[in-house]
């Protein structure tokens, strides 16, 4: 009996280191975040919008006529990005255009003038067309993100337009776009 006891003590013993062991398992846990590469044109001193994107809209027209041969403060421009190698912004002026006539017999003229993007008052860039100029501006970079590693990112820019030959250009309703392109590093 005691050679019994002792068996079955040495496969108990034995038993629990084999029930002993430790198993290690591994839990990956892991999350996308979508980029967020976000631009818009809002009436001047609008803040940003947040984070939100159906907050930013596409576009903005300024309504008003300039009917001075001074810098007028037309817009702002806002951009976000959560892209880490940064991002810039250019800005791009088409010409002004007013278009006359009948149909077959039509004349467009070109009218001059200069959009400017300010940081904190400190000129960021401008784009200038020529009153003969019938093709786009210069493209600017109004924008310049570096590489960064914290929270999103939001800049703006203010947005001035000088029409300097507005006393001498010929009668009529000119408009003209300006074009924004935002490029993530």
Not at 3 to 30: P, R, S
């Amino acid at each position: 009996m005691k050679k019994t006891i002792a068996i079955l003590l040495v496969l108990v013993i034995g038993m629990v280191g084999v029930f002993a062991a430790t198993i290690d398992n591994t839990l990956t846990v892991g999350a996308t975040i979508a980029p967020v590469n976000l631009m818009g044109v809002y009436t001047l001193g609008t803040p940003a919008p947040s984070s939100n994107a159906t907050a930013w809209q596409p576009n903005f027209s300024y309504a008003t006529s300039i009917t001075s041969d001074t810098t007028v403060e037309v817009a702002t421009l806002h951009t976000r990005s959560n892209n880490r190698g940064g991002y810039s912004v250019t800005m791009t002026a088409k010409p002004l255009s007013s278009t006359t006539g009948e149909e077959g017999n039509t004349v467009t003229t070109y009218l001059g003038y200069k959009i400017e993007a300010f940081e904190n008052n400190t000129s960021a860039g401008s784009s200038t067309v020529a009153s003969y100029q019938s093709g786009n501006g210069n493209a600017a970079t109004i924008i310049n993100v570096a590489p960064f590693t914290t929270a999103i990112v939001t800049e703006s820019r203010d947005l001035s337009v000088t029409i300097a030959d507005i006393y001498s250009a010929p009668a009529g309703v000119y408009s003209g776009d300006i074009i924004f392109g935002f490029t993530a590093n």
